[in-house]
């Protein structure tokens, strides 16, 4: 097993077990730190992918930027009533219902992948400077466009609305 | 690595979005630079920017199809036609909505800022050819539409409805986005037209994985559309929300949805026809069945016509089934068709689609501009807002907005001599030339059934004496516009559906079909 | 840096590191030893720059200050460490204990993680990064994160306050922090920390603060971005002695509290050395163009001088930003918090959007006029070089006479009259 192989089992058993502690820890902060994890250690996944621009965007914008809001939210909110009991009902049953499928359809997806790498498109495009700044730049602000002018739209129309939502009365 | 240079054949075809865009940012400066008492010029930019790109959009509309943005977005007649839908849609809400916001004391920019950038949105929607283009032009019309929800706090329902809509938002977009990071992973590309091949194979050499991530979509659109058994939000969601943004939803949000539907599966179902049409037709038999069995004891007429509106999302799907041909076996067909060959009666399915699309846009904003005056909006009145009585005695107290509500519901209903009529026939009529007879059948069954709750009504407008102390509303000139505009396009296109009809069979129609 | 290494093992040992059987050892043991000497270098930093702020706070409040440990004191930081070492480390019962045990060492992680990229002098660096940038302002957010855990592990509203108000005022300020950065990455074309000084000269015309009016009033509004990600006054409302205690370490003690002022102090190398590459020309060295520069490269024979100087004229500017730092802190009150606010959302974002807009301009227009000369340092006989001789002289000039005719106006108005004699 290379370097690089044993890194990725290392990043990615981390970050399934952060994620799961995200959803199953019982403290809004604790699940918010095992987030910051999980954004880590996905960061690390995208480094050893050569993506090294998405890496440290996602350190820079998830784990910094978002994970300081959550945190803040955490902190104004004081969540210190108990959780209601869990009840059962038929809504909840028909879901788990629901949600163990979905777990079994995509486990049983991904249960016999193809041991040949699949005919990727663009996998002779990569170069040197695939991951780069600079190459990622030049992409988005070409061939991608389109969907990167949408963004700023989608952007522009959140934070409207989040002004828009936060107004105490209209 | 060669780079694509960018040219001005490329901007053309986003051209009404990118009016709608400025529009809204007119709106927004304008909030900050001209504070008059008076807010009327708030609608008419909104109106001007909306006839405006549906213009645009229209003069564009007979061009051939073709590819722009290097294959992320195609414009063809269909994401043409699908703008000036949503165009009109958007002038008739906020026509509605100046009249509903100057009564209550909210009429700001960012209300209509945030229409124009969903009309933006879903203008893009309608021509984006690939998965991270669609995914993010399906965010900015979720997005805004969010906020437009909230926009009227008044008691728990707004904020509750929001909320919802938020959350079962957000988890429908990640099923989406699921499914088309399966998509890549299966096909390496995320254009849809290059994405046939590869998933033709795949369905052969991964099914699992495969039909999984085509499902994970189909779920992810089936939540936009509100189709059984992803309708779970939209009842109370209507409800809740300001009326001219329910009709924005109803009109817009679902035009724009099901043009996403139509683009993605187009491509996607080439690779298994058979199963993807089997799925679609199990969601418009579920969803025409539950949306009207549903809409039945409703007496909250915004309740109502939100169970309407999932119906009418059923009679859609049905229309998106009738582009594939049908598996062929079972009650569901009558007369076998050949397997394989792409979108059989395409033209005839697209005519349907789209003519229903105009007649469910016309129709619906008429219906909730009339139910937009007539709710009482004092604060917290809760479910009795919209009740069937408001209506009672109408045609003595307002006769036209009566005769306008009839005709609205006759449409809905798909009664002659409306346009829900023509639009309902060539639904229909597009689903049983490509065999699917049954589903065709239990739809006219269905929309009878719908018949009882639309009539209900009529019936309360005109045989029902006016209650005593019933507030007469004003006088209100904008809604009254788009009620005459609506009430003129329903008879209209009902009795000479020709020349529109004519346009949407034309050929080339959908980007990638002969 | 492996590369670093086998040339090192080869000029050296003579040997070929890639057929060793356990290179990965050596890789491994060389990787350790940086960073260690990197968090040393950062903490010894830290310590020193204590012991010269409470010098310099003396000196500017008449007092003597610490004098007596070493030489002046300068070996006070040591017996201040080893006396936080030793302390009882307290951990409130009440607190989230798992976080507030946590909480100082994300603050330590952010803090040394910054030492992976920042530059040292000519080609001193512990690696580069062609997102160089990027990731320093990545990494520093995890000392936000640390101190807002802090706040809320400590379960004390002084705490609370503290960390609120950190998290509000760092994510705040790193919006027209990106921006005003985004000038001179503008200007330089990358955001590899060494490409961005390689992109300067050594003369101060040569330096982006003083190639274009942008840059001039970025590098003035960025500085002060800097103050505030890095809690020091005017912005050092999370601690905010007078009203919270001490913020969002109220409840610290032992060395964990000692981590909270390491990483204070240490950032303050940060930060100014941060502000010199981007605005002040960094390691550039006067006299040594880039033509000689790239010669010696080109030769494979760079001075051996050329490093240590290069490092000196860094370390001098870094030095004197700390300075200014230090100074600005015992000088200036602390603002209020809306006050905070209004700064930076009302006054620093707007005018950076204004200035990443107008240096791109001013970059294309650039292109326009002087084709592939538009970039790098200019010599001064080249039409772009007299621009900036120019603009230097303008900038450079204005303020210093206005800032003189101010002083002397003042002495004349009060009838005061210039002490130098305590110096």
């Given at each position: 097993m290379s370097a690089e192989a044993l890194l990725f089992y290392v990043f990615a058993l981390c970050t399934v077990v952060s994620a799961g502690a995200v959803v199953l820890a019982r403290g809004p902060m604790t699940s918010a730190m095992s987030l910051v994890a999980t954004f880590f250690f996905l960061a690390g996944v995208y480094a050893l992918l050569w993506a090294h621009t998405i890496a440290v965007l996602q350190v820079l914008v998830y784990a910094g930027a978002i994970m300081v809001l959550f945190l803040f939210v955490i902190m104004l909110l004081s969540m210190t009533e108990p959780e209601p009991a869990m009840k059962l009902n038929v809504a909840r049953v028909v879901g788990a219902l629901s949600a163990v499928g979905l777990g079994a359809a995509l486990i049983a997806s991904f249960?016999?992948?193809?041991t040949q790498p699949m005919?990727?498109?663009?996998?002779?495009?990569?170069?040197?400077?695939?991951?780069t700044l600079k190459t990622v730049g030049e992409i988005i602000y070409t061939r991608y466009l389109l969907p990167f002018e949408s963004v700023s739209l989608l952007l522009l129309a959140a934070i409207v609305g989040a002004v828009v939502v936060a107004k105490p009365r209209i | 690595m060669t780079l694509p240079d960018l040219t001005a054949a490329d901007l053309q075809p986003v051209l009404p979005a990118l009016v709608l865009a400025a529009g809204a940012s007119v709106l927004l400066l304008s909030e900050v630079f001209l504070t008059t008492a008076s807010r009327s010029h708030l609608a008419l930019i909104a109106l001007g920017s909306s006839v405006l790109a549906g213009g645009v959009a229209l003069a564009t509309a007979f061009e051939p199809a073709h590819a722009v943005f290097q294959g992320l977005a195609v414009q063809d007649p269909f994401s043409s036609f699908v703008t000036v839908v949503v165009c009109l849609g958007l002038a008739g809400v906020v026509l509605l909505s100046a009249d509903f916001l100057k009564q209550r004391q909210a009429e700001r920019g960012e209300y209509y800022a945030l229409m124009l950038f969903a009309a933006a949105g879903m203008s893009l929607l309608a021509m984006s050819a690939e998965l991270i283009t669609l995914f993010i032009n399906l965010e900015v019309l979720s997005v805004s539409t969010y906020a437009l929800t909230a926009f009227l706090r008044r008691g728990p329902r707004p904020a509750e409805a929001a909320f919802k809509y938020f959350i079962l938002g957000a988890f429908s977009a990640a099923l989406f986005l699921y499914g088309s990071a399966l998509l890549y992973g299966v096909?390496?590309?995320?254009?849809l037209a290059d994405m046939v091949g590869p998933l033709r194979t795949a369905m052969h050499t991964q099914p699992w994985l495969a039909t999984c991530a085509l499902a994970l979509v189909a779920a992810g659109f089936a939540f936009k559309v509100a189709?059984?058994?992803?309708?779970?939000?939209a009842p109370d969601v209507y409800e809740g929300a300001p009326t001219p943004v329910t009709a924005l939803m109803s009109a817009g949000v679902k035009a724009a949805a099901f043009a996403g539907l139509v683009r993605v599966f187009l491509f996607l179902g080439r690779a298994d026809p058979e199963v993807v049409a089997l799925a679609l037709s199990a969601l418009a038999v579920l969803t025409m069945v539950g949306g009207n069995l549903l809409a039945l004891?409703?007496?909250n007429v915004k309740r109502m016509l939100a169970y309407s509106s999932i119906a009418h999302a059923g009679y859609l799907l049905l229309g998106v089934a009738a582009l594939f041909p049908h598996p062929?076996?079972?009650?569901?067909?009558?007369t076998p068709l050949m397997l394989g060959?792409?979108?059989?009666?395409s033209a005839d399915a697209y005519k349907g689609i789209l003519f229903y699309l105009l007649a469910y846009t016309v129709s619906s904003v008429g219906a909730f501009g009339v139910l937009s005056v007539l709710e009482?909006?004092?604060?917290?009145?809760?479910?009795?807002?919209?009740?069937?009585?408001?209506?009672?005695?109408l045609a003595q107290r307002r006769p036209g907005w009566a005769v306008a509500m009839a005709a609205f519901m006759l449409s809905l209903a798909g009664i002659p001599p409306t346009v829900g009529f023509m639009g309902k026939l060539l639904v229909f009529r597009a689903a049983v030339d490509s065999g699917l007879l049954g589903l065709a059948i239990i739809g006219v069954l269905a929309s009878a059934a719908g018949a009882y709750y639309y009539l209900r009504i009529v019936v309360y407008m005109f045989m029902r004496p006016a209650p005593a102390e019933g507030v007469l509303p004003e006088k209100y000139w904008a809604t009254e516009l788009a009620l005459v505009a609506s009430a003129v396009a329903v008879v209209a296109l009902g009795v000479l559906p020709g020349r529109v009809a004519d346009w949407l069979s034309q050929s080339g129609m959908f980007f990638g079909t002969r | 840096m492996q590369e670093t290494l086998d040339r090192l093992i080869r000029e050296v040992?003579?040997?070929?590191?890639?057929?060793?059987?356990?290179s990965w050892v050596v890789y491994a043991a060389a990787l350790l030893a940086v960073g260690f000497g990197l968090t040393v270098f950062g903490a010894l930093v830290a310590g020193l720059t204590s012991w010269w702020e409470r010098r310099i706070a003396a000196r500017m409040q008449s007092r003597i200050g610490p004098?007596?440990?070493g030489p002046q004191g300068t070996l006070q930081f040591l017996a201040d460490a080893l006396k936080l070492i030793v302390k009882e480390d307290l951990v409130p019962p009440e607190s989230d204990q798992m976080l507030f045990r946590i909480a100082p060492y994300f603050v330590m992680t952010g803090f040394a993680l910054?030492?992976?990229?920042?530059?040292?002098?000519?080609?001193?660096?512990?690696t580069r990064m062609n997102v160089g940038l990027f990731y320093l302002i990545a990494v520093t957010a995890l000392v936000v994160v640390g101190i807002m855990l802090s706040g809320w592990a400590s379960n004390s509203k002084w705490a609370l306050f503290g960390g609120m108000r950190a998290a509000a005022q760092v994510v705040s300020y790193e919006i027209p922090g990106g921006m005003l950065a985004l000038v001179p990455i503008l200007m330089a074309g990358s955001l590899d920390l060494h490409e961005i000084i390689r992109a300067q000269g050594g003369f101060p015309w040569d330096w982006f603060v003083f190639q274009t009016p942008w840059g001039f009033i970025a590098f003035f509004l960025f500085f002060a971005t800097q103050l505030a990600e890095g809690n020091r006054?005017?912005?050092?409302l999370p601690e905010a002695e007078s009203e919270?205690?001490?913020?969002?370490?109220?409840e610290y003690s032992g060395i964990r509290f000692g981590y909270y002022f390491l990483a204070e102090w240490g950032n303050l190398w940060v930060m100014s050395a941060v502000i010199s590459t981007l605005?002040?020309?960094?390691?550039q060295v006067p006299f040594v163009s880039a033509e000689t520069l790239a010669g010696w490269e080109a030769a494979g024979t760079v001075p051996v001088a050329f490093y240590g100087v290069s490092t000196a004229v860094f370390v001098t500017k870094v030095v004197v930003l700390m300075n200014v730092i230090i100074w600005v802190r015992w000088t200036l009150p602390r603002i209020r918090v809306d006050q905070m606010m209004s700064v930076c959302w009302k006054y620093l974002v707007p005018i950076g959007m204004g200035l990443v807009l107008l240096a791109a301009l001013t970059e294309v227009l650039s292109f326009q006029l002087?084709?592939?000369?538009?970039?790098g340092p200019a010599p001064l006989g080249t039409p772009r070089g007299a621009l900036h001789l120019a603009f230097f002289a303008v900038a450079g000039a204005v303020p210093t006479v206005l800032f003189f005719r101010k002083i002397f106006r003042n002495i004349r108005l009060t009838g005061d009259r210039i002490d130098l004699t305590n110096w």
């Open positions: 249960w016999k992948l193809p005919g990727w498109a663009e996998d002779s495009a990569r170069a040197a400077a695939f991951g | 096909t390496g590309t995320t254009r189709a059984v058994p992803f309708h779970m939000w004891p409703q007496r062929g076996t079972g009650v569901l067909a009558a060959s792409p979108a059989v009666n009482r909006h004092a604060d917290g009145d809760g479910a009795t807002a919209w009740d069937l009585d408001r209506f009672s005695g | 040992l003579h040997e070929d590191p890639q057929v060793w059987a356990g004098n007596r440990v910054t030492f992976v990229v920042l530059p040292f002098g000519y080609h001193l660096s512990a006054t005017p912005f050092d919270l205690v001490a913020g969002y370490m109220t605005f002040l020309g960094g390691w002087f084709g592939d000369a538009a970039k």
